[in-house]
C-alpha cells in the first residue's frame, strides 16, 4: 500500500480541507515490531470533526481506513475542525516596511 490509497480513502470519506500523509516507514525497517505494515501519520482538517472529541475523529478514521488496516502496521493521527487549525496556524502578517528619510 501507498500513501496515495491512504489519502484517496480520507479524501472521499472526509473531504479534507487540508490532508497531510506522511510515509515513515523508511524510518522503521528493520524494526522486530514493524511487521509487513506500513508507518503513517496523517494531518487531517476536516468540518467532518467539528463537535468530536479526539478518541471519536480517531476512530472515524480508523473506520474510513478499514479496507487497508491490515497494510497498515501504525498510524499517527491528528485531526482537527476548521477552526481549531485556523487557531493552531493564525496566517503569517508581513512585516511591516519603515522608509527612512535622511537629508
Do not use: C
Amino acid at each position: 500500500m501507498n500513501k496515495e490509497i491512504l489519502g484517496n480513502l480520507l479524501r472521499d470519506a472526509l473531504n479534507p480541507e487540508f490532508l497531510e500523509i506522511d510515509d515513515r516507514t523508511e524510518a522503521h525497517s528493520g524494526h522486530a515490531s514493524s511487521g509487513d505494515g506500513g508507518h503513517y501519520e496523517v494531518r487531517i482538517v476536516s468540518s467532518r470533526f467539528a463537535g468530536l472529541a479526539p478518541l471519536a475523529r480517531h476512530r472515524l478514521v480508523n473506520t474510513v481506513t478499514d479496507p487497508v488496516r491490515q497494510e497498515i502496521h501504525a498510524l499517527s493521527i491528528k485531526a482537527y475542525s476548521p477552526e481549531e487549525f485556523a487557531a493552531q496556524n493564525p496566517p503569517k502578517t508581513p512585516r511591516p516596511t519603515i522608509a527612512l528619510n535622511v537629508l
